[in-house]
């Protein structure tokens, strides 16, 4: 056995134990949580607003990956025996989760910068329906353009890895993913930066503010900030990367690290299932008690006088 057969099975194995150990506990606690979360926003909420109906989204494109995974948990290194045109739909739920999650992850951000950059002028361009109908048209998108990952491989019994080599060629697949994810990098620190940096100024302005001070959207600006960066940066550093070496001969004896790092940062990528957990409990709580207060000051109003 040779060195780099040696390196291959090496690799091979590192990879494997890798989507064991991060995809078992993700099935195993995200599955429940995102369930835990539709049942909480449809039996406990029961508010419609503009959040809510992006962490709906959000919380059924987890739902979507979370599908997925044991069928990748099997594919890898394994003859795919359950069809092709299967194959490829299971395929697209990473990618429609991986760009899902990045644009409604965007749009929270967006949406809380503007709620608190432009409290008074925002309100007549922003509603629960208009966000419904945004979501509506990033599912038509992510969906529309899902039949391209239908092309990946040429022929073949696998699944989940192998793709042909036509496709590491179109450099306008590789532009495009690389766009959306700079672009989308760029917005969230933009809004998230201004966001904290408005909540401080607000703090300081009111330092009696108990609410002010316990403010759950610096948690949720935070929590969105760090989901995004640990789980899509590494990803997208290594389609770059793993592109490049496609396309190079110059390092072609480094193929096989290279295409670990693609699969184990695919696998790092699977973990926004979790963290958009500690992301829904923050803004559940904040819809929940809006709620509570919704409906007491309902109930209020509502009492007859006595007299």
Known sequence: MNLTSVQEEMSEYIVSWVQWFIYIPTIALGLPLNLLALWTLFFKIRRFTETTAYVTSLVINDILLIFSLPFKIYAYNQQWGLGRGFCSFLESLIYINIYGSILFIVCISVDRYITLRFPFTISKFRSPQKAA?????????????????????????????????????????????????????????????????????????????????????????????????????????????????KNSSSVREKIDQLRMFLHISSSVSSVNCLFDGICYYYILLENWQAASVADTQTRADTRPMDG
């Open 133 to 245: 109908v945004l979501c509506l048209a990033i599912w038509v998108l992510i969906f529309g353009v899902s039949p391209a990952v239908y092309q990946l491989h040429d022929h073949g019994d696998s699944c989940f890895q192998n793709f042909s080599n036509a496709t590491w060629n179109k450099v306008e697949i590789v532009v495009s993913l690389e766009t959306v994810f700079s672009a989308s990098t760029i917005i969230m620190v933009f809004c998230s930066t201004n966001v904290l940096l408005i909540l401080k100024g607000l703090r300081n302005r009111n330092p009696q503010d108990k609410k002010l001070q316990n403010n759950k959207s610096v948690k949720i600006v935070i929590s969105n900030l760090v989901t995004f960066l640990v789980c899509f940066i590494p990803y997208h550093v290594a389609v770059l990367i793993y592109f490049w070496a």
